[in-house]
């Protein structure tokens, strides 16, 4: 198995490393420090991001069991953890993993991280009330295939987030990033609207709430059982 990574500093670009499996292709880890960077544009975006996902995660409540598929490198398990949830996260990539439980362990929780891939065995994870996928799904060649997954492992609830299209691109393009690909951030797979990102959600979860962080679209929806 072969990985490369898009090192990009930039305020709107969330850089990943790629594995390809098979014909898919699947995010892991981040190595742009986006929670942490000095950039005050970016500080200010995440600050919007974090306070969607802070938002919609007590929506989720009360607190009891999380996972979260593709943690990177962790900080929104910690931030879940910190509010009282029992975390637990998994990612991908090993370098993703082990910088988790690096960050962790320096902040003084108890968070147990996994080398996972949930379409090779959903069945190993155990389910939780809440399910968290966040920047991961516009990287996948089969996104419906992922989030009836994401509702298999949910007891109530799943939080997501894209980037919301066309403003991402434009705001690549504003800055002079990815024209020859027309503003298209490298591996970014599939280009959601805000309502074609709610109507794929819809045909296998209940949208509770939705929130527009720029330039993201985040959902927290609940599990539909027959």
């Known amino acids: 198995m072969r990985s490369y990574t898009y090192w990009v500093r930039s305020a709107f670009y969330l850089s990943k490393t790629e594995w390809r499996k098979g014909d898919r292709m699947q995010p892991a880890g981040n190595y742009y420090d986006k929670y942490h960077t000095r950039n005050p544009i970016a500080r200010a975006l995440m600050r919007g991001f974090l306070g969607a996902f802070e938002h919609l995660a007590q929506k989720a409540g009360p607190v009891g069991r999380a996972l979260e598929i593709g943690c990177g490198e962790g ?30 362990m320096r902040a003084g929780l108890d968070i147990p991280f996994a080398v996972k891939d949930i379409f090779d065995d959903p069945t190993s994870l155990e389910p939780a009330n809440l399910v968290v996928c966040c920047e991961v799904l516009e990287h996948l060649d089969d996104p419906d295939a992922a989030v009836r997954i994401l509702s298999q492992l949910s007891q109530q609830y799943v939080l997501v987030s894209v980037p919301r299209e066309p403003l991402w691109r434009a705001l690549n393009l504003a800055r002079g990033r990815y024209i020859r690909d027309m503003g298209n951030t ?41």
């Open 186 to 226: 490298p591996g970014h797979v599939q280009h959601w609207s805000a309502p074609a990102f709610l109507a794929m959600l819809d045909r296998h979860l209940d949208v509770v709430e939705t929130r527009f962080p720029l330039p993201w679209t985040m959902v927290l929806c609940r599990v539909r059982r027959a």
């Open 75 to 104: 900080e929104l398990s910690m931030r879940l953890s910190q509010a009282g949830w029992q975390i637990r996260g998994c990612d991908i990539a090993p370098e993703a993993v082990a910088e988790a439980r690096r960050r962790a």
